[in-house]
């Protein structure tokens, strides 16, 4: 028989956000019968690695009768790391994606948890039955347009313009993702090293070469490749072709069955805590990591913000680092027998605003009368080529420009039907660009009567995916283990869940051994 014991104290009443997010710090205590002394793993970062870490392994632990012991340490406020929302007009009842906002029917691990939690999820809407809902715009043309409903007009253009391209991409992502879903079963999962994985499954191919190799090797012709995968390339990692690696080039093509949870995607991991019974601190960063003789683990924490001395320190049997170290402040004593290199990132600038104006089909050399596109992707023109610089924005300035949805402005005294946009940019937003796209150009400054409310995020977002074929090490020293190295082979929520399930499989393994 297993018992628990449920205390929930209000532990946390900062970000707005995480109201429902988690306020409430759980500790619940698993009394499960087996081992006599119950294994303690802290678990640093509360985002889809470190939420899904605590999942799987109160479930394997569970399954095998080890009593088990899960803290959980966030330096932010919120559960979801960079899967989080903000209220749009500060309401928090309509809640806009900051970060990571879709995903796809073969992410096994958030397509079963939203099940699990009876979580809703909406595909992609098309908001208009007028005008085109996508476009590829070069900065000086659109290479690419689909109507709504995506018509057989589209796709006869399609094969018009780029032959038999479009239909080798999606073979050549089909067998790809193919080879990847393998790291989810026997004989592959559980994977000690990401690197032997990725090579036994054929993956350092993809990974090896660029993008543009990639899709060269494979016959696939430039145009194609140029005008539709790199501008999937550059909203899904602001990255185009020449620089990031074949096997992201291909996540970003496999787009069936693209989905979110109704309200924001953070209510996997929150639920997914829940499920571990993982006592959550919120507004508390891990500072210190001291490996202990008797193989133990001391955790100092301190309070989010606070410069003063330690709040708090714990010991624990194993510890899992589940966010990018060099963004985790945390001093080791001693340091792990292996520290994970320090990688560059994008800085990606989010900006969501709403207004009562639509996109300006002059800004995107359209005629008056043209609608332009619901989400306007971008690649670069004829003849701007970057390389592999991480400075590729090019012309068109921006990654990409999505009309999410109209909203009512109910703020006193408004009561006005508004669009609600979100751009994608390397740089901040300025009032000439805004203005432009907004079809004021004569205007020098943008008013609250253009546009009512907006709200900006600096992220590192994501790695630059620079070909690789060896990747960080999964256990940084006995008892210590480390999720992120999976973002340089591919960074979306789901590897991060995929590599927090595989860590919590091989430690339960480790206690039985
Ligand atoms: C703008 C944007 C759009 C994206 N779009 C998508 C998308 O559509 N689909 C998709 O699948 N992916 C998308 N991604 C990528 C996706 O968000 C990430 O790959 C994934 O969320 C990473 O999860 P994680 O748990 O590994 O890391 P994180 O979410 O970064 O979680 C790490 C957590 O650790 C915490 N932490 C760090 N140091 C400490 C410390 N010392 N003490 C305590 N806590 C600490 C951090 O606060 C953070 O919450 C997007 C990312 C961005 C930024």
């Not at 205390?7 to 759980?26: E, F, G, K, R, Y």
């Not at 602001?238 to 309200?263: F, K, S, W, Y």
């Not at 800004?363 to 970057?386: C, D, Y």
Request: net charge negative; glycine share 8%; charged share 20%.
């Amino acid at each position: 028989m297993k018992t628990q014991t449920i205390i929930a104290t209000v532990l946390c009443l900062a970000h707005s956000q995480s109201v429902l997010a988690a306020t409430d710090q759980l500790v619940l205590e698993d009394a499960t019968v087996g081992f006599k002394t119950p294994k303690h793993v802290a678990v640093v970062g509360a985002g889809s690695a470190g939420s899904s870490t605590a999942y799987f392994l109160r479930k394997y632990s569970q399954e095998r009768g080890i009593s088990l012991n899960i803290t959980v340490y966030e330096r932010d406020g919120h559960i979801g790391g960079r899967s989080t929302t903000v209220g749009v007009y500060g309401d928090e009842q309509n809640p806009v994606e900051l970060g990571a906002s879709i995903f796809v029917e073969v992410n096994h691990n958030l397509v079963d948890a939203a099940k699990e939690f009876n979580l809703s999820t909406s595909g992609i809407r098309e908001l208009r039955s007028k005008g085109p809902v996508l476009g590829v715009w070069n900065g000086r043309d659109f290479v690419y347009i689909q109507s709504a409903g995506g018509s057989w007009w589209d796709t006869a253009k399609l094969f018009w313009k780029y032959g038999l391209a479009p239909l080798k991409t999606v073979n050549l992502m089909k067998a790809t993702v193919g080879k990847f879903l393998k790291m989810y079963e026997e004989p592959y999962f559980p994977w000690k090293s990401l690197s032997q994985v990725a090579y036994d499954l054929g993956l350092t191919a993809a990974t090896a070469s660029t993008g543009e190799q990639f899709l060269e090797q494979n016959g696939i012709g430039k145009l194609f490749a140029q005008d539709i995968v790199q501008a999937s390339t550059r909203v899904n990692y602001a990255q185009n072709l020449p620089l990031l690696h074949g096997l992201e080039a291909m996540v970003c093509m496999a787009t069936d069955g693209a989905q979110a949870i109704d309200g924001g995607n953070w209510q996997i991991f929150s639920n997914m805590l829940s499920a571990a019974q993982a006592t959550v601190h919120l507004n508390r960063t891990v500072s210190r990591l001291a490996k202990l003789n008797n193989n133990k683990y001391s955790i100092s924490t301190k309070k989010q913000g606070s410069k003063t001395e330690a709040l708090d320190q714990q010991i624990f049997d194993e510890v899992v680092l589940a966010g990018p170290l060099q963004y985790s402040d945390i001093d080791f004593d001693p340091k792990p027998r292996h520290l994970p290199d320090s990688i560059p990132y994008v800085q990606l600038h989010v900006t969501v605003f709403t207004s009562k104006h639509a996109l300006s089909p002059r800004a995107f050399n359209l005629s008056s009368e043209k609608l332009v596109p619901q989400v306007v992707l971008t690649t670069l023109p004829p003849g701007e080529h970057h390389g592999s610089s991480p400075e590729g924005v090019g012309l068109p300035g921006f990654f990409s420009i999505s009309l999410l949805r109209p909203s009512m402005d109910t703020r006193e005294g408004r009561g006005e039907l508004e669009y609600l946009y979100k751009v994608f940019s390397p740089a901040p937003l300025n009032d000439t660009f805004l203005a432009n796209i907004l079809g004021l150009a004569e205007k020098a400054t943008i008013d609250k009567e253009d546009i009512s409310w907006q709200y900006r995020k600096v992220w590192n977002s994501y790695p630059y995916e620079y070909p690789r074929v060896t990747f960080e090490e999964l256990q940084l020293d006995e008892g210590l283990w480390y999720t992120a190295g999976i973002e340089s082979f591919i960074s979306t929520m789901e590897t991060s869940s995929l590599m927090g399930k595989n860590i919590a499989r091989l430690m339960v393994d480790g206690w039985e051994s």
